[in-house]
C-alpha cells in the first residue's frame, strides 16, 4: 500500500490534490502557486503573498484578521517563497482544527475554504490598488527580509555560490528579490502583478486531513474558480557546458572562512538515475556518516562543518563548509579527494545501506506532517512527473554500487566560492 495516497482533480484554472488520512486532529489547505522566475517580477512576487496575509477587505487590519482566526479554534494563515529550479512557488497555508473532534457543529473545513478564498480573491483593495499603507508597511519588511541574508554569512555565502555559478541564469536570482528594486513597488503595480499572477501562474490546491473528498471538491469548486491557462513552463536544469573551475574569493571581516563549492549534477527529480544520484549525495556529504563529514571536519579537523545538498530541480549539488582562512587549499583539496573515490566506487556496502535506510527516514519524517507530504507531492508538479513516494522508496532501494559511481562520473565541479578573512586575503 501507497504511504500516502493522493486524489488529483482538474477544477476551474487550478488542481485540486486531496490527501486523505486520519494521522492528524487538523486539517490543512496549501495554496501554490508557481511561475518561471525572472528579473523583472522577482521582487514584486515575493512581497505579494506577504501583502496578501497581513489582511482582506472583510478583515482590514492584522489584527482583524489574527481575531477571526482565533475564532476557528486558533486556525493559523502562513505563507511562504521557494525556489524549484527555475520557477519561483508562492505557498499560502491554513491550517484547522477537524470539526469531528469538538463539541459543536461549527462547519470549519468549509469556513477554512471560505477564509482562503478571501485572502486570495478578496485583498484589500481601494480602485486598482492594494492599500498603501499595508504596502509599504510590507515593503520595509521585505527589505528586513532581503537584508538578514547579507548579515547571516552562512546564509550569504550560499547565495553568492548561487549568484556567481549561475550568472545568466534566472535561478541566480534569489527567493526573496533584489533590495534595490522594492521601492518602486507601488500598490498600483503591485495589485496589477496579482492579477496577472492569479491568471497565468500554475495554480495547486492540497487538502491533507481526515476530510471527505466530495465536500472538498464542492467547497472548492464554489468557492475558488480561475480562469483556464496554460502554465508557462521553464527548462530543467543541464550542464552549461563551463570549460574551466570558477574560482572566485570575496573579502570581507569574518572570523571563518565559508567556503561553498558548486557543482552541475547533471540530473534532475524524476530522471532515471535520480535515486542513484540520491544516495550517492548521502554517502558524499548529505549526512554525519558521509565522507565529507568523516574526512574534511573528523580526520583532518579542518571544517566547523561540511555538508552537501542537491538541488533536484536544477541538477545543482553544493558542498557547504566553514573552514579556518589558512586551510583553503587543503580543504578545497579533500574534497576533491571524496568526490574522486565515489567515482571510482570507493565505499562499502554497508555506507549504501547505511545511507539508504537514513534517507528513507528523512523521507517518512518529511511526511509525518502535512505540509511535509505537500513539498513530496509537489515535486511532481514541479517536474511534470507523477512519482509516488513508495515509488521513491522502492527504486532507491534498488540503486547499486555500480549505478552510484556512474551517476559520480556525471557530476562536474563548475564553482569554488570562498569568503575569506580581510587579514587572509594579505
Not at 508557481?34 to 489584527?63: D, F, I, W
Not at 512557488?89 to 469556513?111: G, M, Q, R, Y
Not at 490546491?205 to 483556464?228: Q, T, W
Request: hydrophobic share 35%.
Amino acid at each position: 500500500m501507497d504511504v500516502i495516497s493522493e486524489s488529483v482533480k482538474s477544477m476551474n484554472g487550478y488542481k485540486l490534490h486531496v490527501v486523505k488520512t486520519e494521522k492528524y486532529k487538523t486539517n490543512t489547505l496549501v495554496w501554490k502557486m508557481k511561475a518561471p522566475l525572472n528579473k523583472e517580477t522577482v521582487t514584486l512576487r515575493s512581497l505579494l503573498p506577504h501583502v496578501l496575509q497581513s489582511n482582506s477587505a472583510a478583515y482590514p487590519t492584522t489584527g482583524k484578521l489574527r481575531s477571526y482566526l482565533d475564532e476557528l479554534y486558533g486556525a493559523t494563515l502562513f505563507v511562504d517563497l521557494a525556489k524549484k529550479g527555475e520557477y519561483h512557488v508562492i505557498t499560502i497555508s491554513v491550517e484547522i482544527a477537524n470539526e469531528k473532534f469538538l463539541s459543536d457543529n461549527t462547519p470549519l473545513l468549509k469556513k477554512a475554504f471560505q477564509f482562503l478564498s478571501e485572502i486570495l480573491t478578496k485583498p484589500n483593495v481601494q480602485g486598482n490598488a492594494f492599500d498603501k499603507e499595508t504596502v509599504e508597511k510590507e515593503k520595509r519588511t521585505l527589505k528586513q527580509r532581503i537584508q538578514s541574508v547579507y548579515d547571516d554569512k552562512m546564509r550569504y555565502s550560499n547565495f553568492r555560490l548561487v549568484q556567481e555559478m549561475c550568472k545568466g541564469e534566472p535561478y541566480s536570482l534569489h527567493v526573496h528579490g533584489e533590495k534595490e528594486d522594492v521601492d518602486q513597488i507601488t500598490p498600483e503595480s503591485l495589485y496589477q502583478y496579482y492579477q496577472n499572477a492569479l491568471s497565468q501562474d500554475e495554480l495547486d490546491l492540497y487538502v491533507i486531513g481526515d476530510v471527505n473528498e466530495a465536500n472538498a471538491e464542492s467547497f472548492a469548486e464554489e468557492l475558488l474558480s480561475f480562469e483556464e491557462r496554460t502554465p508557462q513552463s521553464s527548462p530543467s536544469g543541464t550542464d552549461n557546458g563551463k570549460e574551466r573551475v570558477n574560482e572566485v574569493r570575496e573579502e570581507q571581516d569574518v572570523k571563518q572562512g565559508k567556503l561553498n563549492i558548486g557543482y552541475r549534477t547533471n540530473v534532475v527529480y524524476g530522471d532515471p538515475d535520480y535515486y542513484a544520484l540520491q544516495v550517492f549525495n548521502g554517502i558524499f556529504g548529505g549526512f554525519s556518516h558521509s565522507k565529507l563529514f568523516l574526512n574534511v571536519r573528523e580526520k583532518a579537523s579542518l571544517a566547523y562543518y561540511v555538508a552537501s545538498r542537491l538541488e533536484s530541480h536544477k541538477g545543482l549539488m553544493m558542498v557547504m563548509s566553514g573552514i579556518d582562512n589558512s586551510n583553503y587549499d587543503q580543504a578545497v583539496n579533500i574534497i576533491k579527494e571524496q568526490l574522486e573515490a565515489m567515482k571510482n566506487g570507493d565505499f562499502t556496502d554497508q555506507e549504501i545501506e547505511q545511507t539508504k535506510a537514513v534517507i528513507k527516514n528523512q523521507l517518512l519524517e518529511t511526511v509525518d506532517t502535512a505540509r511535509g507530504i505537500v513539498e513530496v507531492l509537489y515535486h511532481n508538479v514541479v517536474s511534470g512527473k507523477d512519482i509516488t513516494l513508495q515509488t521513491w522508496m522502492d527504486e532507491m532501494d534498488k540503486v547499486k554500487s555500480e549505478e552510484i559511481a556512474e551517476v559520480a562520473k556525471k557530476v562536474h565541479l563548475d564553482t569554488v566560492y570562498f569568503l575569506t578573512g580581510k587579514e587572509a586575503g594579505k
